[in-house]
């Protein structure tokens, strides 16, 4: 999977920001403060509303790329700056409280990259994507994982950060 983690760095665009203070000081030049305004009001109705249709369907006026039978978790939070950044693929699955985040602030320069996932994904409650990463059709996000490299089709992943999980099952008596 090392091989992942460097294709989701070159997949990052890098921004340089100007004077001695963190790049989350100059976020007003990087997007207009009243789009980030409005994204931030939808995705709060997203976040609270029980309607899956009209999820999506609100998802997509900020820019999200929403396929069919898209299914969003409660409080599920797509990244608020960049939410056109983000792809999924139809009947994926973001579950309660994961997070997708499309950029990074640090203290000399901001990052930004597209997210995907793929048709018939599932990402787990409170998981974290962080902005590269690619998640294949039918892949699997667990709970709390923190996702910082591309998860190929069908691999379940778990952890932070998150790895792939074994077949096997330790405890498991059976031979």
Same mark, same amino acid.
């Given at each position: 999977m090392s091989d992942d983690t460097t294709r989701r760095h070159e997949r990052i665009t890098h921004h340089a920001t100007p004077g001695g203070l963190n790049s989350l000081q100059y976020w007003t030049t990087a997007r207009s403060p009243l789009r980030v305004a409005i994204q931030y009001l939808v995705i709060w109705l997203v976040r609270i509303n029980p309607s899956l249709r009209l999820k999506s369907w609100l998802l997509r006026r900020i820019g999200v790329t929403v396929g069919r039978? &898209? $299914? =969003?978790? +409660?409080? $599920?939070?797509?990244? @608020?700056? =960049?939410?056109? +950044? #983000?792809? &999924?693929?139809?009947? /994926? #699955?973001?579950?309660?409280? /994961?997070?997708?985040l499309c950029h990074e602030f640090l203290q000399d320069e901001y990052r930004t990259g597209e997210v995907r996932i793929? *048709?018939?994904a599932m990402i787990g409650a409170g998981a @974290?994507?962080?902005?590269? @990463? *690619?998640?294949? /059709?039918?892949?699997?996000? /667990?709970?709390? $994982? +923190?996702v910082t490299r591309d998860v190929p089709a069908g691999e379940t992943v778990a952890g932070v950060p998150a790895t792939e999980m074994s077949d096997e099952?330790?405890? $498991?008596?059976?031979a």
């Open positions: 039978g &898209v $299914s =969003w978790g +409660l409080e $599920s939070t797509p990244d @608020v700056f =960049w939410p056109d +950044l #983000i792809t &999924v693929e139809d009947h /994926a #699955i973001i579950g309660y409280d /994961a997070t997708i793929g *048709e018939r @974290v994507i962080l902005p590269g @990463v *690619e998640i294949g /059709a039918g892949a699997q996000v /667990a709970a709390n $994982s +923190l099952n330790p405890g $498991s008596d059976d």
